[in-house]
């Protein structure tokens, strides 16, 4: 099986740096430029199918990138991390580091805790892996998922300290899954 996993393109939000949770903006026009770029790059690779958040952002940016080539699935386990009071903030107010410590589990403010975005990407990870065996999946989805999905396609130790980097707008990577 193999996994492609796309974060969405810019929105507003994105560019002015403030804090986007559920709020569901559309792609600007750098996100458009940005996911038009990736549909070139992609443009001969064969998908079964494409999972994405319901976010309109994710959604336009996968009809951007494959079209009507493929069914395309809603699936609410790839939806953004609820960011409670915080959002629309400034991306300073947001203490990343703290609200992606595994052992710590923070939930202030209303933001969703990481052990629930992990939750339900293993959940989803799981439902794929068992419904789509060798097939080609494409996933669009948000930072905080695209995180703990590639945390988990990854193996690594779910534990303690899980930011490991920027994830920028388009940011597109491949698994394979045995």
């Known amino acids: 099986m193999k996994i492609t996993l796309v974060r969405h393109a810019q929105t507003e939000y994105n560019y002015l740096n403030k804090i986007q949770g559920r709020s569901n903006e559309i792609l600007n ?3 458009r430029r940005q996911a038009q770029r990736l549909k070139d790059k992609i443009r001969d690779i064969k998908y079964d199918y494409c999972y994405m958040s319901p976010l309109v952002r994710c959604v336009e940016t996968a009809l951007i990138l494959i079209g009507d080539r493929v069914e395309m699935i809603p699936d609410r386990r790839l939806i953004e ?6 959002e ?5 107010e947001y203490n990343a580091y703290k609200f992606w410590d ?10 969703e805790s990481v052990h629930s ?11 794929i892996k068992e419904k789509n065996k060798d097939q080609s999946i494409l996933i669009v989805t948000h930072g905080a998922p695209y995180r703990a999905l590639r945390h988990l396609l990854l ?7 899980l930011l490991d980097g920027e994830i920028e707008n388009c940011k597109i990577e491949e698994f394979e899954i045995k």
């Open 29 to 31: 026009d750098t996100g």
């Open 117 to 127: 975005i992990f939750e339900r990407c293993e959940d989803f990870l799981n439902y």
């Open 81 to 86: 991390r609820d960011m409670g009071e915080l």
């Open 102 to 111: 595994y052992n710590l589990n923070r939930d202030d403010y209303g933001v």
């Open 155 to 161: 193996n690594h130790k779910i534990s303690g300290k």
């Open 88 to 92: 629309g903030r400034p991306f300073q």
